[in-house]
């Protein structure tokens, strides 16, 4: 599609395929600097050039970092992001008040410049029931920036047509609970 893309995973030595329009960094994604992480802000000063104006399109799946990740980005650049697809872990936690206040600080933070527009669980690891409401263990969110367009009407039912189960383990639909214009 002509898109430069930009990928970084300490754990693998390359990509699993090979393209001219692919840079890879071995490194993870985290909320410090160091031999071993480095932060988005750094990953993008690094990687995009300077006198690049245009929107950018984040992809996030970093087992669980993602909360300190997002915390640990400037707004600046998040601003920047037309898209944002992140991988949520460890979301069966937020009964745990110490994991609520980091997880809902990162949403609060996606929030000033996003829009939630959907949310797929993933089937891997499946859900847990807290007081009535389920929890999927994992899910993952697409943000879009509000300036390009949000719509105010609401999904009643997921899965929708395009999402597909990311392993063989049964369908995890995503309760009601969770849907914006669905009552609790």
Known sequence: MGMKVYMADRSVDAPAEAHESFEFTKKYIGCVDDESYMTLDAWVAESVPANCEE??????????SEFESILSTS???LRRFRVIVVEFHSLDQLWSRPFYDLASRAFAKLLQFHSCVHIHPNNCCGSLVCDGV??????????L?????????YVLSLPSPL???NTSNPTLALPAVWLGGAQS
């Open 75 to 77: 707004t600046d650049l």
């Open 134 to 143: 389920e929890i999927p263990r994992i899910a993952e969110f697409t943000f």
């Open 55 to 64: 929107d950018l399109i984040l992809q996030m799946d970093i087992e669980g």
């Open 163 to 165: 999402d597909e189960d």
């Open 145 to 153: 920036r509000n300036d390009r367009g949000v719509s105010t009407e």
